[in-house]
């Protein structure tokens, strides 16, 4: 029961701040510089935060504070190239939450505030792009349940693997994004 409160939490503060600033942050922050900066930022600190935890003991339970310090993380998150969770990995890594607690309340925290994203943007958008983007769209949300179970599944058979992963990851994707931006002046087409 006091998960569930935590988790409830965790989705006001993200929820009202989407509601509010998505668009603007997104026009401000969404350009392929900032863009691959941000990505950059985000996966060094991430693996940063993840090896300084790694040396000393961390709590296997999420408290109210964590859970705080996770709800604005996922704010943060509104900013492209922050990646929701990535950002309340870190926050919760930062609060000195182990790493397999870190993850399962990260996956928890995805859901309502995830669908609550979908289900905003479905309700903004036109009724003839909604039609003509169908198809597209359950594909998607069927892609997206997949890999949603399969990291659910892959957390709990190998709770707690490094961050290193999902860090590298993050630089190579700024690596693309800042290539693909060269290129792109270069050649004009």
């Known amino acids: 029961m006091r998960t569930a409160a935590l988790l409830a939490g965790t989705c006001v503060p993200a929820a009202a701040a989407g509601a509010l600033a998505a668009d603007p942050v997104e026009a401000r922050l969404g350009r392929p510089p900032q863009l691959a900066g941000l990505l950059s930022a985000a996966g060094v ?6 090896r ?4 000393r003991p961390g709590r296997a339970e999420v408290r109210g504070r964590d859970a705080g310090l996770a709800a604005l993380a996922q704010v ?6 922050v990646s929701r969770s990535g950002a309340t990995l870190t926050a919760l890594r930062a609060a000195g939450v182990d790493r397999a607690a870190a993850e399962r309340f990260t996956l928890r925290m995805s859901l309502p505030i995830t669908a609550g994203a979908a289900a905003l943007t479905l309700a903004r958008a036109d009724r003839a792009t909604l039609q003509a983007l169908s198809p597209a769209l359950a594909v998607g949300a069927g892609c997206a349940a997949l890999a949603g179970a399969a990291a659910a599944r892959r957390q709990a058979r190998q709770p707690g693997r490094s961050a290193a992963g999902p860090a590298l990851y993050r630089l190579g994707l700024a690596a693309a994004v800042l290539w693909r931006l060269t290129r792109s002046r270069k050649d004009p087409l």
């Open 52 to 55: 300084r935890a790694e040396r």
């Open 76 to 81: 943060v998150a509104l900013v492209p190239g």
């Open 45 to 50: 600190l991430l693996w940063a935060v993840d």
